[in-house]
T-cell receptor
Framework: GQSLEQPSEVTAVEGAIVQINCTYQ??????LSWYQQHDGGAPTFLSY????GLEETGRFSSFLSRSDSYGYLLLQELQMKDSASYFC???????????FGKGTHLIIQP | DSGVTQTPKHLITATGQRVTLRCSPR?????VYWYQQSLDQGLQFLIQ???????AKGNILERFSAQQFPDLHSELNLSSLELGDSALYFC??????????????FGPGTRLTVL
């Protein structure tokens, strides 16, 4: 099967940069995705890495290292609206359903 | 707004009962996924349909079943409900299925409470 680990909670200051790490175990996968979920809301897609390296999408960047079974999401110029839970997810590996980590609750302080 | 609709928004029922959750995917999306989100289990993949056919199964209980109709809407049927089935159920859709559908569009969810 597949499993992912990420910190349960991260705290950062408005305007700063924060990195949310994700380590995973799998026998095969297509890529690593990141989703954001606000309290009471639905997960929304943020970023995807199929290959090793950095992908940049505005204030958000995501990184993947297949050799280290590791990825991270980098959020820059943090805003209060970025307070949410962030999930890493594996796609592929025998099914097209996503396998999600438990999520990281990002708390942003003014 | 993701373009994925789910009904009902809230559902309260009793143990042993059966309920049906409904989902309409984004226009043009052929794949529909069902996920269960609970505090203890997190966000778990249940089942996927692609263009009317079952494509993949995740951690779906035998008491649960789903189908996708010719107009591509999908229904998730939950029967013999237990207290532990109380959760948020999300439907998601994507354009296709090849290469791993990493970008999925989630509906607003149905909150199921079993009393």
């Amino acid at each position: 099967g597949q499993s992912l680990e990420q910190p349960s909670e991260v705290t950062a200051v408005e305007g700063a940069i924060v990195q949310i790490n994700c380590t995973y175990q799998t026998s095969g996968f297509y890529g690593l995705s990141w989703y954001q979920q606000h309290d009471g809301g639905a997960p929304t897609f943020l970023s995807y890495n199929a290959l090793d390296g950095l992908e940049e999408t505005g204030r958000f960047s995501s990184f993947l290292s297949r050799s280290d079974s590791y990825g991270y999401l980098l959020l820059q110029e943090l805003q209060m609206k970025d307070s949410a839970s962030y999930f890493c997810a594996l796609s592929g590996g025998g099914a097209d359903g996503l396998t999600f980590g438990k999520g990281t609750h990002l708390i942003i302080q003014p | 707004d993701s373009g994925v609709t789910q009904t009902p928004k809230h559902l309260i029922t009793a143990t042993g009962q059966r309920v049906t959750l409904r989902c309409s995917p984004r226009s043009g999306d052929l794949s529909v996924y069902w996920y269960q989100q609970s505090l203890d289990q997190g966000l778990q993949f249940l089942i996927q349909y692609y263009n009317g056919e079952e494509r993949a199964k995740g951690n779906i209980l035998e008491r649960f079943s789903a189908q996708q109709f010719p107009d591509l809407h999908s229904e998730l049927n939950l029967s013999s409900l237990e207290l532990g089935d109380s959760a948020l159920y999300f439907c998601a859709s994507s354009v296709g299925t090849s290469g791993g559908a990493h970008e999925q569009f989630f509906g607003p969810g149905t909150r199921l409470t079993v009393l």
